[in-house]
């Protein structure tokens, strides 16, 4: 029987890092194992493993028990890592379209695994020491980037793009209701946003206690931009009514189709109303960009020598995407997730503020903390943020990748994603007699809408898609006929057959009369897409297209069975 020195000596020598640093070898065998494990799976699908999800004996979460002993197995434990990915999206391979969902970068999760050993809790710059200067350097690089002045502005990292929007919100609430840390807040209040916005606005305002209802919704455009004269009128009712605003977050890439708004005109809106209701106090305005801010990067990109090379038509929609979203400089607010189009692991955000004032807003009163900051002159964000313990290591990481990357980093993975997007869109359009409409071929963002129609359809597709925009009946049947392929889609067997993992919005737009429109979504990341895998993907596809016509889908439009 061993006591109770050798297991510790196991647990010094194997688990944790030596005060002098001599095992830190063990944690690089341990790592090139788990990336030897996960790398064993070799099969050419976007979803790990097999797509069918055999459950395997050989699991250690077929136990719902916590061991006895110390498992002195390292490797063997490894070995079933592969199992509990089976199923999962593989965001490395190019045909996973289904999302936002970028490859990360290999050195933010090298940094972020090596600073973790040091366990500094950017809750305080004490314990986190000058790593904390990481956030201070990104608050400032991006503040600047996005045209604010980087001596007022202030920018913290954070758990996600819905963060970020609860930020904007909060800091809104609290311009409105001054006591609103200490008491209740009023009723009447609420925040203005738009249709496509992302519904993490409405979880902001629910867990905010302003309840959903009191997220007003305006209209769109087309292009999912807000209808500024929708917004103006919106907001004057609701004052004249009695409300007050809070906020009003405007779009900076909404997820679908990239819809940005003029933010210039939207903080005109706000002055005006201001004046209109002689407002006593400031509506916090949000850009939600928590997807757009990486076309700011192109700001200092010479277009008309165009180094990169881009084609005609992506320079065009590069320099009108980089015109949109330089309008944030007139938001009071913005958010960045790197997690989506920074190419980092989850959860990597940062929320930024043009007047670094806006965050005292949200400091807690002294006597409620526990005694965490003893240095007064230490930057202690903690005494203001959300979160208590915050990873610093990932903010280091984050700001090191940046580094890294750099400006022209990005620009040629945006870059090529939108050439790719523009490549399968080329490809589509020669099925377009198949029943592949793109819907969106303006969109700013590397991302599809794809209109399917039976082949049964008497109507081409481009007639059918205008007749749907004003006959009711019409769109539903349409709206079915792609729930139901799509849903054939990402079935088991199809996405086993076919290859491909994709998603659908419910809304690609909204006709003049606010009826959804339904429609695949394709949305291209992966460093690795190119010209020729475009068009594998969009062969894919056609099968798959025709397979469902003559299989699946009826001339009566009555569903076949598949098995899923
Ligand atoms: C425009 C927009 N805002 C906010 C969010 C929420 O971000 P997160 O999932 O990081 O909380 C998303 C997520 O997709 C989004 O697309």
Redesign the pocket.
């Known amino acids: 029987m061993e006591n109770l020195e050798e297991k510790l000596d196991f647990l010094r020598r194997y688990c944790f890092l030596a005060p002098d640093t001599s095992n830190s070898e063990e944690l690089v065998k341990i790592f090139s194992e788990v990336i030897r494990v996960i790398t064993t799976e070799k099969s050419n699908r976007p979803i790990y493993g097999s797509v069918k999800r055999e459950k395997c004996k050989d699991h250690f979460l077929t136990t719902n028990e916590i061991p006895e002993e110390i498992n002195k197995n390292i490797i063997q434990l490894l070995s079933t890592l592969p199992n509990s990915l089976q199923g999962a999206v593989k965001s490395y391979h190019p045909f996973l379209v289904k999302n ?1 969902i970028p490859s990360p970068a290999f050195l933010y999760i090298a940094v972020q695994a090596g600073v973790s050993l040091l366990m500094a809790n950017g809750v305080t710059g004490e314990d986190s020491g000058e790593i904390l200067q990481a956030e201070l350097d990104a608050a400032n690089a991006f503040s600047k980037l996005a045209g604010y002045d980087e001596k007022n502005s202030a920018g913290i990292f954070t758990f ?4 970020t ?1 609860l930020y904007a919100f909060k800091i809104g609430i609290n311009k409105v209701c001054r006591d609103a840390m200490i008491d209740v807040i009023d009723k009447n209040l609420c925040v203005v946003g738009s249709w496509p916005a ?1 519904y ?1 606005h409405q979880t902001a305002c629910a867990w905010l206690g302003l309840g959903i209802k009191n997220y007003i919704r305006v209209k769109s455009q087309p292009n999912q931009s807000t209808d500024l004269d929708s917004l103006e009128k919106t907001c004057i009712k609701l004052l004249s009514s009695g409300k007050r605003i809070a906020c009003i977050v405007g779009a900076g ?3 679908s189709n990239l819809g940005i708004d003029d933010f210039e005109k939207i903080s005109a809106i706000r002055d005006r109303i201001t004046e209109k209701f002689n407002l006593d106090y400031k509506i916090h305005i949000h850009a ?1 960009t ?2 757009g801010w990486v076309y700011l990067n192109f700001k200092k990109y010479d277009f008309e020598e165009n180094p990169l090379q881009f084609s005609k038509n992506i320079v065009s929609k590069l320099k009108k995407a980089l015109k949109a979203i330089s309008s944030i400089s007139y938001a009071d607010s913005f958010g960045i ?1 790197f ?2 189009t920074g190419y980092m692991p989850y ?1 990597s ?1 940062m929320f930024i503020v043009k007047n670094k004032k806006d965050f005292e807003l949200l400091r807690r009163e002294e006597k409620i903390m526990t005694p965490l900051f003893h240095d007064a002159n230490a930057y202690n964000p903690g005494k203001f943020t959300l979160e208590t313990s915050r990873s610093s290591a990932s903010i280091l990481a984050a700001w090191v990748t940046a580094q890294q990357l750099g400006m022209n980093g990005y620009r040629v993975l945006i870059g090529n994603s939108l050439e790719c997007a523009e490549a399968i869109r080329v490809e589509l359009a020669k099925n377009i007699d198949l029943g592949l409409l793109v819907v969106n071929s303006d969109s700013f963002g590397p991302d599809l809408f794809l209109r399917c129609y039976s082949i049964s359809n008497k109507l081409s597709p481009q007639e059918s898609y205008l007749k749907e925009l004003n006959n009711e009946a019409f769109t539903k049947n349409n709206n079915s006929y792609n729930k139901e392929f799509f849903n054939w889609l990402i079935s088991k067997s199809t996405v086993e057959k076919y290859n491909i993992v994709l998603s659908k919005t419910s809304a690609a737009h909204y006709t003049p009369d606010g009826r959804p429109i339904e429609a695949l979504r394709i949305y291209i990341l992966n460093p690795f897409m190119n010209n020729s895998l475009a068009k594998e993907l969009v062969r894919n596809l056609v099968s798959a297209k025709k397979d469902f016509d003559s299989n699946v889908w009826c001339e009566n439009n009555e569903y076949l069975q598949y098995t899923a």
Not at 160 to 163: D, E, K, L, Q, R
């Open positions: 936002i996600g793009g819905t963060a929007n992302h993490s890439g909404t997820t939600d928590v997807l997730d997690h989506k959860i955000s």
